[in-house]
């Protein structure tokens, strides 16, 4: 069983930043994805950005130019680096894991039944 865990959100500014982390326990396989949903008040929850255990990755349209995904050391851990956050960019943010290559898990992993969730964490951008 994998567990994750998220921390780092909060309340910024639009035009600020903030990092999320998620740290992920338990078995991890040898060829797993690690990344980022979010669910925005009333809406779906949606990929955001996702890596895979080879360093690949995949964004979301909207926060290619803004967000960056990265691994830990240890590639039990990944981070979400996000700059000059929006006010659309208000959510709850999931971590998420399963396996597969980057590309194949940001549209797969839009399954709730496939894959691990952490419990989100709140990201609140105000003007």
């Known amino acids: 069983q994998v567990q994750l865990a998220e921390s780092g959100g909060g309340s910024v500014q639009a035009g600020g930043s903030l990092r999320l982390s998620c740290v992920a326990s338990?078995?991890?396989?040898?060829?797993?994805?690690l990344g980022w949903f979010r669910q925005a008040p009333g809406k779906e929850r949606v990929p955001v950005a996702i890596i895979d255990s080879d360093g690949s990755t995949s964004y979301a349209d909207s926060v290619k130019d803004r967000f960056a995904i990265s691994q830990g050391n240890d590639k039990n851990s990944v981070h979400l680096q996000m700059n000059n956050l929006k006010l659309e960019d208000t959510a709850v943010y999931y971590c998420?894991?399963?396996?597969?290559?980057?590309?194949?898990?940001?549209?797969?992993?839009?399954?709730?039944?496939?894959?691990?969730w952490g419990q989100g964490t709140q990201v609140t951008v105000s003007s």
């Open positions: 998420r894991a399963g396996r597969g290559i980057a590309s194949f898990c940001f549209s797969n992993l839009r399954r709730a039944d496939i894959g691990h």
């Open positions: 338990g078995y991890i396989f040898s060829s797993y994805c």
